[in-house]
Structures are given as C-alpha cells and as structure tokens.
C-alpha cells in the first residue's frame, strides 16, 4: 500500500476530515491532499512521521508499515534495513532478478526465504 494510501486510510479510520487533520498536524490542507494522492512524498523528517504515527495511534506492526511506507515514497530503502549490512549484500541478487525476468511468486517466496535466513541466528547466509 502506499504511503498516501496508507495516511487516507488511517485518517478516514478515525473519522477525521482532511481539513481537521491537517489544521490538527500543522500541514496545509492542499499539502495534506497532495500526500494522500501521492503528488507529493512524505517528509523526510522521522521526528514529523512519529509525530503522525502517534496522533493516529499507530503501535508496532503498523506503526513500522507507516514509516515504511513513508521511505518508500521518497524512493528510499527504510533506514533500519539500510543500515544492516547482512540485508545490503543480498539486495542486488534481488534487484539483478527483477531486472532481469518477472518476478514471479515463487522467486519472491525464495528471496523472503534468503531474507529471513540472513537474520536467522543459525545461519550465516550471505557472509
């Protein structure tokens, strides 16, 4: 889901209007359209996202899908997956097949295999 999906759903979930959300998060009502169209991407700013993700009570899973999203808008990989260097040496197998062929749901279930295993602590895959 996108980021400006995602910041629609959450919003319309707590039955607020756009106006009234943007006027309660500081954010000009056209700003506040445009990153729910996806005119525009998330701010860059993670004191900002958190902000947001807690006026809309966001916690854990859904929290993280948020701040996710949000990097994913800015065309950024998610700081804490950039910042992992076991997960930054699988992803270029990963970007080699999707240029390469489709990626179909097989290959994408092996690469979350790969991905897992990379984190797993019996397992030193990748190094």
Known sequence: MSFG???KDV???RQITLRQCSA???V???NWSKLERNVNPAPKD?????RWAAFFHLEGTRRQEFIDA???SRHEIPRDIASDEKVLKA???FFRAVRGSELDQAKMDQFIEDLRAIHSPDKEAFE
């Open 5 to 7: 999906q995602l910041l």
């Open 11 to 13: 919003r319309i979930e």
């Open 24 to 26: 309660d998060l500081g």
């Open 28 to 30: 000009d009502a056209s």
């Open 46 to 50: 993670t004191t900002v996202l958190e």
């Open 70 to 72: 949000a990097a994913l």
């Open 91 to 93: 992803l270029p197998v």
